[in-house]
């Protein structure tokens, strides 16, 4: 597959606030976890406890656990 570059040349980004957008900040850490546990950096019980500890961060673990558990 040949690789392509891509330049952004729309307006300004908009800054996303992880106050306000807690769900996409910890489904984004949640992917890098995971990413990390596949290419064998973690483990999966260190990649649990880090979820653990993302979750009571965001102070969400009840909430988000139900709609963004991937395993």
């Known amino acids: 597959m040949k ?4 330049i952004y040349t729309g307006g300004a ?3 996303w606030n992880p106050k306000e957008h ?3 900040f910890l489904n ?5 976890l995971m990413s990390l546990e596949k290419k064998k950096l973690l483990t999966s019980s260190q990649r649990e406890r880090c ?5 009571s961060q ?14």
Do not use: C, D, T
Request: charged content about 25%; overall charge positive; aromatic content about 14%.
């Open 13 to 15: 980004i908009p800054e």
């Open 22 to 24: 807690p769900a996409f």
């Open 58 to 71: 965001y102070g969400q673990k009840s909430v988000e656990r139900g709609n963004f558990r991937w395993q």
């Open 3 to 6: 690789h392509r570059s891509f």
């Open 51 to 55: 979820m653990e500890i993302l979750e």
């Open 28 to 32: 984004m850490q949640r992917a890098v």
